[in-house]
């Protein structure tokens, strides 16, 4: 993708604070990637509740489907607006339509973004883009703030936070702005296992947690919040596991009758590859989860180590982005033939990388 050269920062979080400061009696828009997910939650919300700290209006869009574990996240006083159609509809609210500012956290990619682009459209002048990701769309804001060496969004959103509210770091914000930024971190890596998680990640952590953050609720609540139908999902996901190349890769298939039977979103399969990854040979593992009869759903996790699979490159040539060990692509074409696709770039990954 031509674009990924030119997605970087091009602005500096201090300069992000001090325009949102400025903006007066207007509206910012707050948004985030499609089926939000911890880190999107997190950076959305706390942004949200810290300008509101300072008087500041602003509003947050969340696009699609909208994980019932992370209900709890959002409180009575936030101002939210769901966009669960995915048909941007959402967007003629008022709030919206007058918005003096347009903040998209977590991502930079259309794709990800897909409903809100008709309203996004001729706004990048007055959008900004706090990201981590490696690979987005320049053209969508005219400020970007994309720091791929954070661990989350969160990470950055903890350091402008505090500069919107004139703390002197994360470790000055109120509880109900460290909490979402907390719960960011945590899923982004892993609960501080993955390996992002760095000296910066754990000292923001840190500090978000003398900010009086229950951390054992926000573990409680989100790793230990599935539905019973998660057991039914995971007898199905399991069915559909195989592991290849010396039992170093795996791949696991979700048919749409197997998320229909188990009474589960397509959006809601976050973590199922932990239960192969664990196996101790198993370097890497997709998880592909069919969305329609011609459309598939691919996320891959590597583990790390000398020759660990850049999962971001595989994701990266079949259209999609993310992390060098979490990433994930949409494919053209049904279940059988993202399989194969898969499995034969798995093959190459391991092979073009085996010591
Ligand atoms: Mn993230």
Redesign the pocket.
């Known amino acids: 993708m031509s674009e990924t050269k030119t997605y970087e920062s091009n602005t500096t979080l201090e300069a992000i604070a001090q325009d949102l400061r400025s903006v007066g009696d207007g509206t910012v828009v707050i948004t985030t990637h499609s089926k939000p ?1 911890g ?2 939650l997190g950076s959305t919300l706390s942004l949200h509740r810290a300008l509101r700290s300072i008087g500041v209006a602003s509003v947050v869009v969340y696009l699609g489907y909208f994980p019932e574990r992370f209900e709890y996240v959002v409180r009575a006083d936030d101002d939210v607006l769901y966009d669960t159609d995915e048909s941007g509809s959402v967007f003629e609210d008022e709030r919206c339509a007058g918005a003096c500012r347009v903040v998209i956290c ?1 991502t930079g990619a259309r794709q990800q973004v897909r409903s809100a682009l008709g309203y996004l459209e001729g706004k990048a002048a007055i959008t900004t883009i706090v990201d ?2 490696r690979s987005g769309d320049s053209d969508l804001a005219a400020h970007r703030h994309v720091d791929i060496t954070a661990a ?2 969160c990470v950055s959103l903890a350091e402008l936070c505090a500069h919107i509210v004139g703390a002197k770091d994360a470790s000055g914000l109120t509880e109900p702005i460290a909490e979402p930024l907390y719960l ?1 971190i945590g899923t ?1 890596t892993g609960w501080f296992r993955h390996t992002n998680t760095d000296p910066r990640t754990l000292r923001t952590a840190a500090s978000l947690l003398e900010s009086g953050v229950d951390a054992d609720r926000l573990v409680r609540m989100s790793e230990y919040g599935d539905p019973p139908g998660r057991v039914e999902l995971l007898r199905r996901a399991l069915n559909g596991t195989r592991l290849f190349c010396d039992n170093r890769a795996a791949i696991m298939k979700l048919h749409m009758i197997d998320l229909e039977a188990a009474g589960i979103e397509a959006g809601d399969t976050g973590g199922l590859v932990d239960v192969v990854r664990s196996v101790r040979t198993v370097e890497v593992v997709a998880l592909l989860v069919e969305i329609s009869d011609a459309r598939v759903k691919v996320s891959m996790r590597s583990k790390g180590g000398d020759h660990a699979v850049n999962v971001a490159a595989i994701a990266n040539a079949m259209g999609g982005g993310g992390h060098f060990h979490a990433a994930g692509a949409r494919v053209d074409g049904d279940l059988a033939y993202a399989d194969h696709l898969v499995e034969r770039m798995l093959t190459d990954a391991i092979e073009s990388g085996a010591s």
């Open positions: 997910d880190d999107a977590d981590h990701h989350a969004a960011g982004d």
